[in-house]
T-cell receptor, first 114, second 111 residues
Framework: DAGVTQSPTHLIKTRGQQVTLRCSPK?????VSWYQQALGQGPQFIFQ???????QRGNFPDRFSGHQFPNYSSELNVNALLLGDSALYLC?????????????FGAGTRLSVL | DQQVKQNSPSLSVQEGRISILNCDYT??????FLWYKKYPAEGPTFLIS?????DKNEDGRFTVFLNKSAKHLSLHIVPSQPGDSAVYFC??????????FGAGTILRVKS
């Protein structure tokens, strides 16, 4: 049973460019959440997708957008990259219950913006 | 606005002894709490969780305690093993919504 998979593993971009990160959830999961983890900090919530719609959004600008496909996989898009967007981007999947919220994480995509 | 805090950046423990990691929160609406472990170059791995209606949950060597009046939870690892050396994150959620994480505590278990 494959867990959460993310691609690519590493990515180097320059300021102003756009990037797309991809995530396949754990089998049986219907909800995908994205987090940004800066060095020395805990993961920060970006947004969550359920039934192909954005359910909840954290305090991130509109440059961050996403999508969930009918097979529950998801993409995170970041436009007009800034140096401060350099971070580890984590995808987590879960089965929506409305209460018990155990999220399972992928290994992440390390984004470097030069 | 840091709703979840882990005030100890690091902890060093001898193999076989107890490791106690602490976490404080401010949002009284949190109803579910989790601990994750993270190794370098890997994503966080779920360890153990507890709902707000309980004050203790055990899973093998791991026990989580919740003190709602103090808005405090702790993770006990007994006995500690060198393979437990990792970064431990405390997280909380409200009604199944986003996870709010602390900054993490680096645990080093010395053999």
């Amino acid at each position: 049973d494959a867990g959460v998979t993310q691609s690519p593993t590493h990515l180097i971009k320059t300021r102003g460019q756009q990037v797309t990160l991809r995530c396949s959830p754990k089998s049986g999961h219907d909800t995908v959440s994205w987090y940004q983890q800066a060095l020395g900090q805990g993961p920060q919530f970006i947004f969550q997708y359920y039934e192909e719609e954005e359910r909840q959004r954290g305090n991130f600008p509109d440059r961050f957008s996403g999508h969930q496909f009918p097979n529950y996989s998801s993409e995170l898009n970041v436009n007009a990259l800034l140096l401060g967007d350099s971070a580890l981007y984590l995808c987590a999947s879960s089965l929506w219950t409305g209460y018990k919220n155990i999220q399972y994480f992928g290994a992440g995509t390390r984004l470097s913006v030069l | 606005d840091q709703q979840v805090k882990q005030n100890s950046p690091s902890l060093s423990v001898q193999e076989g002894r107890i490791s106690i990691l602490n976490c404080d929160y401010t949002n009284s609406m949190f109803d579910y709490f989790l601990w994750y472990k993270k190794y370098p170059a890997e994503g966080p791995t779920f360890l153990i969780s507890i709902s707000s209606i309980k004050d203790k949950n055990e899973d093998g060597r791991f026990t989580v305690f919740l003190n709602k009046s103090a808005k405090h939870l702790s993770l006990h690892i007994v006995p500690s093993q060198p393979g437990d050396s990792a970064v431990y994150f405390c997280a909380a959620s409200e009604r199944g919504n986003k996870l709010v994480f602390g900054a993490g505590t680096i645990l080093r278990v010395k053999s």
